[in-house]
């Protein structure tokens, strides 16, 4: 089946640690996106990344980082400078025109 | 920056009733419009698309059109059933965006039997 896979469901951190969210997509689009969804709230774009080795900061970057060293993969560490990183977290990608979401990785500060 | 507005915020409904949702961008230099369909704690599903020469789309009982030139977007769901409850989402492709989606923050729609 192609499609995206987000990896873990649910993940906890605590205070100071980083942690790193895996996204990897076996649907061959060049794109790939990280998204943040708090509760009440509209998506807000984290990084995005259209081609490998490259990529951009979108309207919340600070406090997090990202890699693309591979097509299929596209991985976003939180890291201990992002003071409020409890939140639902959404990988997408695109080809042409239509985006595609993962299912989402759950992040809570414990 | 292009804000995207989606109401109403909730709706409750009895089964077999048509209902519009609605979505508002500010800035008509898009280069598509998506609605995605949102269950609890999970990812988002595409429904439809719509390109910027796009008026309508249609899929089953789901039917979204787009008026650039108004900044307006409908999304006309037929004889609605229990299994639609879920929260709908409108994302914009901007023109300049380098690809990236502007969503709004969804309609929470209840179909009760």
């Known amino acids: 089946d192609g499609g995206i896979t987000q990896s873990p469901k649910y993940l906890f951190r605590k205070e100071g640690q980083n942690v790193t969210l895996s996204c990897e997509q076996n649907l061959n689009h060049d794109a790939m996106y990280w998204y943040r969804q708090d509760p009440g709230q509209g998506l807000r774009l984290i990084y995005y990344?259209?081609?490998?080795?490259?990529?951009q900061k979108g309207d919340i970057a600070e406090g997090y980082s990202v890699s693309r060293e591979k097509k299929e993969s596209f991985p976003l560490t939180v890291t201990s400078a992002q003071k409020n990183p409890t939140a639902f977290y959404l990988c997408?990608?695109?080809?042409?025109?239509?985006?595609?979401f993962g299912q989402g990785t759950r992040l809570t500060v414990v | 920056k292009q804000e995207v507005t989606q109401i109403p915020a909730a709706l409750s409904v009895p089964e077999g009733e048509n209902l519009v949702l609605n979505c508002s961008f500010t800035?008509?230099?898009?280069?598509?419009l998506q609605w995605f369909r949102q269950d609890p704690g999970k990812g988002l599903t595409s429904l439809l698309l719509i390109q910027s020469s796009q008026r309508e789309q249609t899929s089953g009982r789901l039917n979204a059109s787009l008026d650039k030139s108004s900044g307006r977007s409908t999304l006309y769901i037929a004889a609605s059933q229990p299994g639609d409850s879920a929260t709908y989402l409108c994302a914009v492709r901007p023109s300049w965006s380098g690809y990236a989606l502007n969503f709004g923050k969804g309609t929470s729609l209840l179909v009760t039997p």
């Open positions: 800035d008509s230099a898009i280069y598509n």
């Open positions: 990344s259209q081609i490998v080795n490259d990529f």
């Open positions: 997408a990608s695109t080809r042409d025109i239509e985006a595609f």
